[in-house]
């Protein structure tokens, strides 16, 4: 795993190939996501539909045109920005916290989101945008991230860091299910997808609420990324560095809480992929965060995409919620670093 | 020339207990001073009132004429690098990674990147861990990591450097590598402020000795004032008889079972 001496550093080559092996992945589940579902779709249907779309051909419109303009495609879509808003956090959530185990929605901004996210709602007049829900998700989501924080600041135990943060997590969920029940409102959406996540309910103007709101996490995030490296030096390191410590960190949760807001806003609350795609990358393109937190939104995009169409497909026509399969693929990752973390400090 | 580092009167107090009673302290341009004491006497305290960490309940202390309880975190990482006695626990960080943040309070100033480079080489050269520049710090021994740390405010190139038991983790040819660089540091015009618990190690390489106990300075000036057997034997409630160390100019301190003849 370690360079020879003298040897460039291979992070660097790995760099490339990294983003451009993930672009191309991301593209071909793209495609695949248009073309898979319980309506057949093939190739030639997807260039009729760009061709009328783009308006370049005359012909007549067929029903593939519209499942995959206003089903398929905004759902993709969907899929791509909630992956990248979740694996963006997950990175910057574990630089902000020097522990690798931490992920949006182990340590509760998840579930603090979709609260949020449910107020918003009540907020929201009858008809009116769904972005006053995905603000209320994203100001929850802070809030949560820079509570985790204040209870950093009093442990030293990280695995009691992780506990805290799931207890806060598992607390919030059962508000957000009672109210979700006793409110009964088809205005909500159910508690499974608030709970397992799911992204059948997408649609072009849930996808214009949640995409700014995720590119303005995601922006600030890239540009604390240099911020963050200092910190793995340890916060009194990086103050003696000249870091503004306190701040670069809030501004860093409030990025996290405000993408991981915008992803539960399209998507509701999807584990694991803001855990372990930020972990596998670390070992793949190195730890600094300039290239970590943008590869991890491009690999938590196609991470998304792809297991959205397992959800579609493998018992189809039954849509399995994407965040249980998140969770079957994820959960044995996360052990597995875990017995790894624990061989290595014994 | 005014004195790179100066302390006036530090007193600090944390909830009940006084860490540090009225402690003076002045360390010029070129020098090796050295804190010694027995654990508790507030060695820590005192290094992170100077590095700025911690504001004292009376007295100032000033890194040339700054004032560190006043100064922006920017103007202080530009005036003195700070080691810490912990080892990294978690920082997937390759050393050349590590060593080049110490670089960070001068990405602003007009340098050439080359230059910026040649910095961290050399100071990963100095400290002899220029074979492990490409290998994460979690991946090394502990000792590693402290010259790497070491490494890291070197190339931070601050008039004043504050290191907290430096040597701590480290065999003894490294220990004696480790206090040559600062020397020659100080031969450069560097100030070090270093805490120290081997008071050997402190006699042999240090200018100038403060020995601290419990919060207060009681004696201060070169290793031959500052240890005598009388002293150390009382503060460190152990016996210790001092010798001449038979080759290098300085008193050599020896554990013994009973306060025996003075030497």
């Known amino acids: 795993m370690t360079a020879s001496v003298d040897a460039v550093d291979p992070r660097s080559r790995r760099r490339g190939a990294a983003v451009t092996a993930l672009a191309a992945l991301l593209l071909v589940v793209v495609v695949l996501g248009l073309l898979s579902g319980a309506v057949a779709v093939s190739p030639t249907d997807l260039f009729h539909m760009l061709g009328q779309r783009l308006g370049i051909s005359d012909d007549a419109e067929r029903l593939t045109d519209s499942v995959l303009w206003a089903i398929r495609l905004p759902r993709v879509l969907a899929g791509a920005v909630v992956g990248a808003g979740l694996g963006a956090a997950g990175a910057a959530l574990q630089g902000t916290f020097r522990n690798h185990m931490a992920d949006p929605h182990l340590?509760?901004?998840?579930?603090?989101?979709?609260?949020?996210?449910?107020?918003?709602?009540?907020?929201?007049?009858?008809?009116?945008?769904?972005?006053?829900?995905?603000?209320?998700?994203?100001?929850?989501?802070?809030?949560?991230?820079?509570?985790?924080?204040?209870i950093a600041k009093r442990i030293v135990e990280s695995n009691q860091f992780i506990l805290i943060g799931l207890a806060l997590g598992l607390g919030m969920l059962a508000w957000l299910g009672a109210i979700v029940l006793a409110w009964d409102s088809p205005r909500v959406p159910t508690f499974t997808f608030w709970v397992f996540g799911g992204l059948a309910g997408s649609t072009w103007s849930t996808l214009g609420a949640g995409t700014p709101v995720v590119l303005v996490g995601l922006v600030t995030l890239v540009a604390s990324a240099r911020s963050l490296d200092l910190l793995a030096l340890g916060e009194t390191e990086a103050q003696h560095l000249g870091l503004d410590v306190d701040r670069v960190i809030a501004v860093v949760l409030v990025g996290v809480g405000v993408a991981v807001g915008g992803a539960v806003g399209l998507g509701g609350a999807i584990g694991f992929v803001g855990l372990i795609v930020p972990l596998l990358l670390r070992r793949w393109i190195g730890p600094g965060h300039r290239w970590l937190i943008p590869v991890s939104a491009l690999a938590g995009a196609a991470m998304?995409?792809?297991?959205?169409?397992?959800?579609?497909t493998i018992a189809s026509p039954v849509e399995i919620p994407v965040g249980l399969l998140t969770a079957i693929l994820g959960a044995p990752v996360f052990i597995w670093f875990l017995l790894r973390v624990g061989r290595v400090r014994s | 020339m005014s004195p790179a580092v100066r302390a006036e009167e530090i007193t600090y107090r944390r909830g009940q207990s006084t860490l540090l009673d009225g402690v003076s302290l002045l360390a010029e341009p070129g020098e090796v001073l050295g804190i010694v004491g027995p654990n508790g006497s507030g060695k820590t305290t005192l290094l992170r009132i100077l590095a700025g960490d911690l504001v004292p309940t009376a007295g100032s202390a000033w890194v040339q004429d700054v004032d560190t309880a006043q100064a922006t975190l920017q103007d202080l990482a530009k005036l003195r690098a700070y080691l810490g006695p912990d080892g990294v626990s978690i920082n997937p960080f390759a050393v050349r990674d590590v060593v080049t943040m110490g670089r960070h309070p001068h990405r602003r100033a007009m340098i050439e990147a080359a230059d910026h480079d040649a910095i961290v080489e050399s100071a990963m050269e100095r400290?002899?861990?220029?074979?492990?520049?490409?290998?994460?710090?979690?991946?090394?021994?502990?000792?590693?990591?402290?010259?790497?740390?070491?490494?890291?405010?070197?190339?931070?190139?601050?008039?004043?450097l504050l290191l907290d038991e430096p040597t701590s983790a480290l065999d003894i040819g490294h220990q004696e590598t480790v206090m040559r660089v600062l020397g020659s540091l100080a031969?450069?015009?560097?100030?070090?402020?270093?805490?120290?618990?081997?008071?050997?190690?402190?006699?042999?390489?240090?200018?100038?000795?403060?020995?601290?106990?419990?919060?207060?300075?009681?004696?201060?000036?070169?290793?031959?004032?500052?240890?005598?057997?009388?002293?150390?034997?009382?503060?460190?409630?152990?016996?210790?008889?001092?010798?001449?160390?038979?080759?290098?100019?300085?008193?050599?301190?020896?554990?013994?079972?009973?306060?025996?003849?003075?030497?």
């Open chain 2, 127 to 160: 400290t002899d861990v220029i074979h492990l520049a490409s290998r994460e710090m979690d991946s090394l021994s502990t000792g590693e990591q402290q010259r790497a740390g070491l490494a890291r405010v070197i190339a931070q190139e601050t008039p004043v």
């Open chain 1, 304 to 312: 998304v995409v792809a297991v959205d169409i397992l959800a579609r």
């Open chain 2, 187 to 263: 031969g450069g015009g560097t100030a070090i402020v270093v805490v120290l618990h081997d008071l050997n190690l402190a006699a042999a390489h240090a200018n100038r000795l403060i020995l601290l106990d419990a919060g207060r300075a009681v004696a201060s000036g070169t290793p031959t004032e500052v240890l005598t057997g009388e002293r150390l034997s009382a503060i460190y409630r152990q016996p210790m008889q001092i010798m001449q160390h038979p080759h290098r100019d300085c008193p050599l301190v020896l554990t013994v079972d009973s306060t025996g003849p003075a030497a």
């Open chain 1, 107 to 150: 340590v509760g901004i998840s579930p603090a989101a979709g609260l949020g996210a449910v107020v918003g709602i009540a907020l929201t007049p009858i008809g009116g945008p769904p972005l006053i829900m995905m603000v209320g998700a994203a100001t929850a989501g802070a809030v949560a991230a820079l509570l985790m924080r204040r």
